[in-house]
Nanobody, 125 residues
Framework: VQLQASGGDLVQPGGSLRLSCAAP????????VAWFRQAPGKEREGLSC???????????MYEDSVKGRFIISSDNGKNTVYLQMNALKPDDTAVYYC????????????????WGKGTLVTVSS
């Protein structure tokens, strides 16, 4: 599975940004796809996950610091998972990664064997 993360940019505090994680040539059915971030000097942090492993439209999971601000969604027809980020703060500045593997959601990075290259999000005035 090849993953392509995109959408990172410079945004002002309070602004919004949408990240995309594309998996060309791979049907994400039964996959968990998660977003992580890593800021300089900090450990990689799991933010959100979506999985259709148990069927339906997909179960989602969020880390507490982004609940209510970030929304994960998927477009199965495009094999793409999105992370809508609202009310961004300077502390959200980091390189954001998407990861995938067959199974249920997890925000633990060792769950995933497929990773995309990161995309940089900078929140600053």
């Amino acid at each position: 599975v090849q993953l392509q993360a995109s959408g990172g940019d410079l945004v002002q505090p309070g602004g919004s940004l949408r990240l995309s994680c594309a998996a060309p040539g791979t049907t994400l059915d039964r996959y968990a796809v998660a977003w992580f971030r890593q800021a300089p000097g900090k450990e990689r942090e799991g933010l959100s996950c979506i999985s259709t492993y148990d069927g339906g439209d997909g179960k989602t999971m969020y880390e507490d610091s982004v609940k209510g601000r970030f929304i994960i969604s998927s477009d199965n027809g495009k094999n793409t998972v999105y992370l809508q980020m609202n009310a961004l703060k300077p502390d959200d500045t980091a390189v954001y990664y998407c990861a995938a593997d067959v199974g249920r959601c997890s925000l633990w990075h060792r769950t995933y064997s497929h990773w995309g290259k990161g995309t940089l999000v900078t929140v600053s005035s």
